[in-house]
């Protein structure tokens, strides 16, 4: 099974490559086009692409004599999609809560070569991965996508996650005496100074932005979702150092106070926001501030919990949560608060993101804002407009493709026929 799922993959990068290289200029002809920038669905749409950037789209684009055309007419073709909340460069799949112990930060990150591949063979073209717990695990995985090494997502990487001593994204449950390796302690920050200082080295090491832990974790031991960790002071730090190398702060938290904490010092985004109150979901419309809510992967972690995968502590913070969390999410896009597209992926097995769009559908969204929070919403939030998100000129050729009209059934989105990343395709 790993040998036909390796052999068909290399197959499928090989003739990517080939063909990239024998023509530069692609035709797409489209069925129906999603536009998430004004909702709309165009017909009889081309999609002029030159080196691996869009360069026309219409119903009347002149077709170059040596370009290569691919029909996709039959089907609805959208921008790639944005995942804003992944951990691919975590390993392999696995609930086993001291799993990082077991393995070095090398076989870590080899692990994650086929996360990437799946997630991008899904349909999602970008992710920001926002932390792991063996520091710049991350950055080596974008970079080698990057080099063309192994295939994979546009990733945009934290480095490592900002936290306090003992916090939600610290290795905790170990014996004191137990010393760490430099990479499982690498962000963990106490006092405004401190958190500037890891920031810096962050900055310095190449991250592509910055994640705080505002509040506990459900998937940590000895960790309260309910509480707040970092003071106002040091989220406020972490905002104003991040933003002195052009960085945006994305902050974990679950607790009301932890959201409103990160929100009124400045994040980009707030992860999960399980717990926000009538104060937080007014305070991020003021602010402008995203959300960013995982309202699917409460199926794995339950699942993993009858299977007996999961430990009880988890499992108790986790039934607390995950339908408030949901509930919440409804309120938040009746208030008219901007939602972007975050599942954890890693938390469910890597591959599986779309499942989350019909979560999103069932708990107050129209089919169309759910393919916004994955595509315009999520490059606005990234900061990457004029890149990704949309199908237009000057963009980047991430495209996707299904059978069917995703609009009427949000569920085609779990089985992306078509992906193209950078003009290469990946999958057809
Ligand atoms: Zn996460």
């Known amino acids: 099974m790993c040998v036909m799922r390796r052999s068909l993959a290399t ?72 995942d804003c909340h992944t951990h691919l460069a975590d390993g392999a799949h696995d609930s086993d809560p001291i799993g990082q112990f077991k393995k070095t930060g090398a076989q870590v990150v080899l692990e994650s070569v086929p996360n990437a591949r799946v997630t991008l063979e899904s349909g999602f073209t970008t992710v920001r991965d926002v932390g792991t717990y063996r520091a710049l695990g991350d950055v080596a995985l974008r970079d080698a996508i990057n080099r063309g090494d192994i295939v994979g997502p546009r990733m945009f990487v934290a480095g490592a996650y900002v936290t306090i001593s003992g916090g939600a994204g610290a290795a905790t449950g170990l014996a004191p005496d137990i010393p760490l390796p430099w990479d499982l302690h690498y962000g963990e920050a106490n006092g405004p100074w401190e958190v500037r200082k890891v920031v810096r080295q962050l900055a310095h090491d190449g991250v592509d932005h910055i994640k705080v832990l505002s509040s506990g974790a459900v998937l940590a031991h000895g960790s309260n979702p309910n509480s707040q960790e970092f003071t106002p002071e040091e989220l406020q730090a972490a905002v ?110 890597y591959g599986e993101s779309g499942k989350q769009f019909a979560f999103m559908v069932k708990y107050g969204m129209t089919p169309m804002q759910a393919i916004q929070a994955a595509t315009s919403n999520a490059a606005d939030l990234l900061g990457h407009s004029a890149e990704i998100g949309s199908i237009k000129p000057g963009k980047y050729a991430d495209i996707i493709a299904v059978n069917g009209d995703p609009l009427a059934d949000i569920r085609l989105l779990e089985n992306v026929q078509f992906v193209m990343k950078d003009g290469k395709i990946y999958k057809q």
């Open 240 to 349: 104003d150092e991040a933003s002195h190398f052009g960085l945006r702060v994305e902050a974990h938290a679950h607790s009301p106070q932890g959201i409103k904490n990160a929100i009124r010092a400045g994040v980009a985004s707030v992860e999960h926001a399980s717990l926000i109150d009538d104060e937080g979901i007014a305070l991020a419309k003021q602010h402008g501030t995203y959300l960013d809510m995982d309202i699917y992967d409460e199926e794995c972690i339950q699942a993993d919990g009858k299977n007996g995968n999961m430990p009880k502590d988890f499992l108790e913070h986790d039934a607390q949560l995950g339908q408030m969390q949901r509930d919440n999410f409804r309120k938040a896009v009746m208030a008219g608060v901007k939602m972007s597209f975050g599942t954890d992926a890693g938390v469910c097995p």
């Open 11 to 82: 197959l499928s990068v090989c003739c990517a490559l080939l063909v990239s290289a024998a023509a530069q200029v692609t035709v797409i002809r489209t069925g129906k086009l999603i536009d998430p920038d004004s909702g709309a669905v165009l017909t009889g749409q081309s999609i002029l692409i030159r080196d691996g950037k869009i360069e026309a789209v219409g119903a009347s684009v002149t077709i170059p004599s040596n370009a290569r055309v691919v029909d996709l007419s039959k089907m609805t073709v959208l921008p790639g999609l944005i």
